[in-house]
Nanobody, 126 residues
Framework: QVQLVESGGGLVQAGGSLRLSCAASGRSFSTYVIGWFRQAPGKEREFVAAISRSVGVTYYADSVKGRFTISRDNAKNTVYLQMNSLKPEDTAVYYC???????????????????WGQGTQVTVSS
């Protein structure tokens, strides 16, 4: 069992930055792939980024590549999402998720993850 808590959301102007954190409790955090997803009003939840278990290989949606960076600190049971050059279209509730996903081909799929946080709101004003 893994519990996830996101933090770090807020209101920022376009071009600004935010760093989201996903703190996990429970055992074997380093054995889980961690993904970030987001959901804007009236839209489906979509993949943002993911990081593999111990080696920490990263994957990004095309819409955030070059602007967002995902990282993990297994000693602190925490995953971060550094978001730079934010745009109004980045406005959404951001969720982190954990799963024992065994192929990067499935990192993008919501159903690959077993545990979800409650989400943190990110609002980017123009």
């Amino acid at each position: 069992q893994v519990q996830l808590v996101e933090s770090g959301g807020g209101l920022v102007q376009a071009g600004g930055s935010l760093r989201l954190s996903c703190a996990a409790s429970g055992r074997s955090f380093s054995t889980y792939v961690i993904g970030w997803f987001r959901q804007a009003p009236g839209k489906e939840r979509e993949f943002v980024a993911a990081i593999s278990r111990s080696v920490g290989v990263t994957y990004y949606a095309d819409s955030v590549k070059g602007r967002f960076t995902i990282s993990r600190d297994n000693a602190k049971n925490t995953v971060y999402l550094q978001m730079n050059s934010l745009k109004p279209e980045d406005t959404a509730v951001y969720y982190c998720a954990a799963g024992r996903v065994y192929s990067p081909s499935y990192y993008y799929i919501l159903g690959s993850y077993d545990y979800w946080g409650q989400g943190t709101q990110v609002t980017v004003s123009s």
